[in-house]
């Protein structure tokens, strides 16, 4: 595409228009023809990471939203979206009600078109077979809804939905209505917004009722239904550290408050509480603790990563107790001097899951507050990736991805915070897998 037309394209329907006619897609811009090329992108604005969900209880369940937790869920497909684009989305940005028809999502985007997001992933339709409304209802509130979400100037990328089974099987002549909205969404709504292929991949042992999505559903629906296609749009990730001195001081306000960033060299790991096999060895400046690890052993070893060195965790063995799991976390006490009341702090890291993932119920970042509640000393949790119950496992393969907490606002009230990544198994199932840790780090939020 030549410079003029994307010009003219730029000032009859805007960039966030032209993104989602798919006019980036495989651009090669000749810059050689620009004269001034900082001034030919000054009118694009950079789209957020923070990205929106809008939906029934299959988008609901992406999240945990309590008065001790908050947390983004390992068997929600904003999870694994996330992972594949480098977004974010917050629980402000959980837009799902359990049992929501498109028309009761049409009567509140109202608080969708209001949240900062600049884009909105949107998934829906299945409560619609079974609440008496016809294709063509369906149809018109879908299109209600993107044209809607379009006006205000986000991108919407829809899911063609997910299959039922079993018990909540839909009757022949329901299965042909949700078929059809299937394709129309497919053929027809695509060439007005972006469309995600959530349906096609999943099976039956992908749900955990058959109709809601397990943690290797939502791989399905998040990592290659939407995340793909999200990950056109995001091009600022995770701001995992790069650097081993990108520590926070007077100079570098938003520098990891966590020693040893990039978890280089190493120390006898002897914790017997993960059952550490001779030899093993953890990042200086880290500890690991288990807990209910009976019938398990880890090996802990260090390989080169491209920035710094990743932690090996190997599991093997089986976990005969229920609630079992490792975490590793810094072993200097968090400088609760360093922060300020209105600082707004997460924990990221990235990590590696090697193996079958049989038994790896979570990979999870864990930032924990303690603080006085009404005068009682209470612990919340802010959290991404959260497991799911046995025996629903991680998804085979080799996992990466890079982990991002819901963020905490620092109120000076906070007594002790704890900065961990917790691995949590399945019980009385053999282990087969391995875990890699690297770029650990404590960051303050600009914004």
């Known amino acids: 595409m030549s410079k003029d037309e994307l010009i003219e394209a730029y000032s009859l329907i805007g960039v966030r228009g032209m993104l989602a006619e798919g006019l980036f897609d495989n651009l090669t811009l000749a810059l050689d023809n620009v004269n001034n090329t900082a001034d030919f992108f000054k009118p694009f604005k950079p789209l957020s990471r923070e990205f929106a969900v809008f939906g029934d209880s299959r988008t609901a369940q992406c ?9 983004t869920e390992n068997y929600g497909y904003a999870f694994w979206a996330a992972q594949v684009s480098g977004g974010f989305c917050p629980t402000t940005n959980n837009f799902g009600v359990g049992g929501d028809t498109t028309a009761m999502m049409l009567a509140r985007i109202s608080a969708v078109v209001a949240c900062p997001a600049d884009i909105v992933l949107f998934m829906g339709g299945t409560n619609d077979r079974t609440g008496g409304m016809t294709v063509a209802d369906t149809k018109r509130n879908i299109i ?3 044209r809607r979400l379009q006006k205000a100037g986000k991108i919407v990328i829809v899911g063609n939905d997910t299959p039922r089974f079993g018990s909540k099987a839909l009757t022949a002549p329901q299965q042909l209505d949700h078929e059809s909205i299937r394709d129309w969404v497919t053929n027809e709504l695509s060439k007005i917004t972006p469309v995600a292929d959530t349906y096609s991949l999943i099976n039956q042992s992908d749900l955990w009722d058959d109709l809601h999505i397990n943690v290797k559903g939502a791989y399905k629906v998040g990592a290659l239904g939407f995340g793909p296609v999200l990950a056109k749009y995001i091009r600022l990730g995770v701001d995992l550290p790069t650097e ?10 938003t520098g990891s408050l966590t020693a040893n960033p990039l978890m280089t060299g190493n120390v006898t790991q002897s914790t017997g509480s993960v059952n550490p096999v001779a030899g093993s060895v953890v990042a200086t400046g880290f500890k690991g603790a288990g807990s209910a690890f009976t019938g398990v052993t880890t090996q802990w070893s260090k390989e080169a990563a491209l920035f710094g060195e990743s932690q090996v965790i190997a599991f093997a063995g089986t976990a005969t107790t229920a609630a079992a799991y490792l975490a590793v976390s810094p072993t200097a006490t968090f400088p609760l001097a360093n922060l300020s009341a209105g600082n707004v702090i997460s924990l990221m890291c990235g990590f590696d899951l090697i193996g079958d993932g049989v038994g790896i119920l979570g990979v999870t970042a864990e930032l924990m507050v303690t603080k006085p509640v009404a005068s009682v000393s209470t612990t919340i949790y802010y959290r991404d990736g959260d497991k799911y119950v046995d025996p629903h496992s991680m998804p085979a393969g080799a996992v990466s991805g890079a982990l991002d907490t819901q963020r905490y606002t620092v109120d000076g009230t906070e007594t002790a915070i704890v900065a961990r990544i917790s691995i949590y198994l399945a019980q009385n199932v ?11 780090a404590v960051r303050k939020h600009t914004a």
């Open 144 to 146: 209600s809804i993107v």
């Open 63 to 71: 999240h945990t939203i309590a008065a001790t937790a908050f947390s």
């Open 430 to 440: 053999p282990l087969n897998s391995s875990v890699k840790i690297r770029q650990f």
């Open 244 to 253: 081993s001195t990108d520590l926070w001081s007077v100079n570098n306000t």
